[in-house]
Structure formats: structure tokens, C-alpha cells
């Protein structure tokens, strides 16, 4: 994709964030990982819902931490986000829970008492294996799926790889995918395989795309 074909990348304020969690769901409905927080839910609209609410937690708890929500407009409703955050010494799970405790009941509504506490592992064993050195952490990257295939994924991931350019005290960006096939998707823009871990027994990928310039 050449720089002029490059999506405008937006801040994604608050008012979006019901929408942006609603396009998320939509795009992480069949991702090995988060199906197997909520668990065991046949009906895919129900299964909507509750991701929905979960990436809602995940969208509040990044308002409240003054993290940016990134984003791609397209024809007046959001066609890609990122939620992201700097990284300089991981938290601990209980320390992340604490944080989110306001969230409590809104992530018991998506997951269930059972979801919240394979939710609890799960963020302890990603916790615990991120980078050491300070980084971007590409928490979440989602694009509609009928709008996937126009760049709009690829405009959010080199947005970030100009903005570690430019940041000599970043290592670049990190994050973690359970489905096999975002693995060349990251590698083709730069992202390298640092590892692999199990979080619920899921194979999940680590990925690391190093600061250039």
C-alpha cells in the first residue's frame, strides 16, 4: 500500500466506544482465545452481545487509564480500532483486576463468575510474558468484516511503526494473536514470532515488530 492510499487514523473518544466495542465483537467472533473466556455459547448473536460487553470493559478501563483508543472512519461509522498502551513494567493480573474493579458486575454480564475467572488467568499468563523492555502494547486490533481487505488493519499497524520510529525508548510494538492465520498477516508488515504460550490451552502467538530508524 502506497503512503498516499493510507487510511486517516482517528481518536477514538468515549462517545465511539459502545460502536467500536459492537464492531469488535463482530470481528472477534470466531477468535479461538476470547470464545474460550466467555465459554460455551452456541447462539452467535448471544455470543455477540456478550463479547461486546467485554470489549465495553476493556474500552472503559482504557478510558480510565488515559490510554488511546485508535480508529478508521469510514463512511460515518468506524471501520477499524486499536486499543493500545504504552508499556513500561507490566502489572501484575491482581493488580490489573484491582485497577478494573469498577467494571466487576458489567464483566460478570459477559462472561459469567466461570468467564471471570479463566478471564483472570488468561490476563495473568499475557501479563506475565510480555516484553520486559518498554513497548507499545497492540492489545486489541479489530476491522469490520465487510470492510476487511481495503488497508484499513495495515494503516492502523504502520500508524504505530512510524510512531516507535520516532521513540528511541520503545522497543517497538508487541502483541498476541491466537489465530494462525494473523501470523503472516503481522509478519508481512514486519512483525517477528518471539514465542508461543497457552493461555486456557489455546495456542497463542507472541509477536514483536522492533523499532526501526
Given at each position: ?31 479461538p ?6 465459554g460455551?455459547?452456541?447462539d ?26 485508535l ?12 486499543i ?6 507490566p ?27 479463566r ?17 507499545i ?34 522497543a ?42
Amino acid at each position: 500500500m502506497n503512503s498516499t492510499d493510507r487510511p486517516n487514523i482517528a481518536l477514538l473518544f468515549p462517545p465511539l466506544h459502545l460502536e467500536a466495542a459492537r464492531m469488535l465483537s463482530r470481528a472477534f467472533l470466531d477468535d479461538p482465545l476470547i470464545n474460550a473466556i466467555i465459554g460455551d455459547v452456541s447462539d452467535r448473536t448471544e455470543l455477540a452481545a456478550r463479547m461486546a460487553r467485554l470489549f465495553g470493559v476493556i474500552l472503559a478501563d482504557q478510558c480510565h487509564s488515559g490510554q488511546p483508543v485508535l480508529g478508521v472512519m469510514h463512511e460515518g461509522r468506524i471501520a477499524a480500532a486499536a486499543i493500545i498502551e504504552q508499556v513500561n513494567r507490566p502489572l501484575s493480573a491482581a493488580a490489573n483486576m484491582v485497577h478494573g474493579l469498577a467494571q466487576l458486575p458489567e464483566l460478570l454480564r459477559a462472561c459469567g463468575y466461570r468467564g471471570l475467572l479463566r478471564a483472570i488467568s488468561t490476563l495473568d499468563t499475557l501479563v506475565r510474558n510480555r516484553p520486559v523492555q518498554t513497548h507499545i502494547y497492540l492489545n486489541v486490533l479489530g476491522v469490520e468484516p465487510d470492510l476487511q481487505g481495503r488497508h484499513f488493519g495495515v494503516g492502523l499497524l504502520d500508524y504505530l511503526r512510524d510512531q516507535t520510529a520516532m521513540r528511541p525508548d520503545l522497543a517497538g510494538v508487541y502483541l498476541e494473536t491466537a489465530k494462525e492465520a494473523n501470523v503472516a498477516y503481522y509478519s508481512h508488515v514486519g512483525y517477528e514470532v518471539i514465542g508461543e504460550i497457552r493461555p486456557l490451552g489455546v495456542r497463542v502467538w507472541r509477536m514483536l515488530q522492533p523499532r526501526t530508524g
